[in-house]
């Protein structure tokens, strides 16, 4: 049996050219659009075929893959992985080949890319290693009378585990930029949500326990709220 992906950005257009207003009110298709965009997730796993290697170029190719430079991830197999490859053994995401389907990787951070001499056997699987961290998926940033800013992946900034009591951290985005904010919470037996910023959105939820050493995507409440995104008229 193989690791289902857990994690897939759906892909967006960013409509181009002239100044144009956008209207939620009266384009409801853009709904089901938004509820692809600035997906809060931490896990990225996912198969990929023998036919999805290149040795010529020793890369991986899978479509919207969701990495980022300096990801640090493992592979494993159901038959025999890629000759250069090796399992329970961390692999650095390196810029050499990186693009949003295509990736390399690398021992340590930075470092020379792998040489895949072979494709290996089976079906192979990477998976992320995440830590206390997590990612926004990409979206469109719309703001009335403007052309929407295209805001790629980010990776969210290590936090701390609660030391005493359980803790609910905000993730929101700048209404105006994209750019997020973690806006941490404060411990108690029964958590409450700490206040949203000036100008934040909230997008997701981090229920964090006393002693965690990583963030799931169950430990992430999706808060994107619809048609508010980023969004407005008049």
Known sequence: MTTAKQFKET??????????????DNNMSIMGLMT??????????FDFATTD??????????????????DVGQFTTTGTLPAGLSLA???????????ADVFSVSASQGGAVIDI?????????????????????????VVADAIPTA???????????????????????????GAYTVTTGAE?????DPTVPTDGIP??????????????NSDIDDLRAFPLLGASSG
């Open 89 to 99: 053994t961390d692999y650095h995401i390196i810029s050499t080949g990186l693009t």
């Open 117 to 141: 001499t072979d494709t290996g056997t089976g079906t192979h699987t990477f998976t992320l290693t995440t830590g206390l961290t997590m990612r926004l998926g990409k979206g469109p940033l």
């Open 36 to 45: 692809a965009l600035f997906v809060p997730f931490a896990n990225v796993i």
């Open 188 to 192: 108690n037996a029964s958590p409450v």
């Open 53 to 70: 290697i290149s040795t010529a170029n020793d890369t991986i190719t899978e479509t919207d893959h969701g990495l980022l430079l300096n």
């Open 151 to 177: 805001v790629a992946v980010q990776q969210i900034s290590a936090v701390t585990a609660p030391s005493a009591n359980p803790r609910k951290d905000l993730v929101t985005i700048n209404k105006d930029t």
């Open 203 to 216: 997008v997701a939820r981090i229920n964090m326990v006393v002693s965690q050493t990583t963030i799931e």
């Open 11 to 24: 892909d967006y257009n960013v409509q181009t050219g002239g100044r144009y207003k956008t209207s939620l």
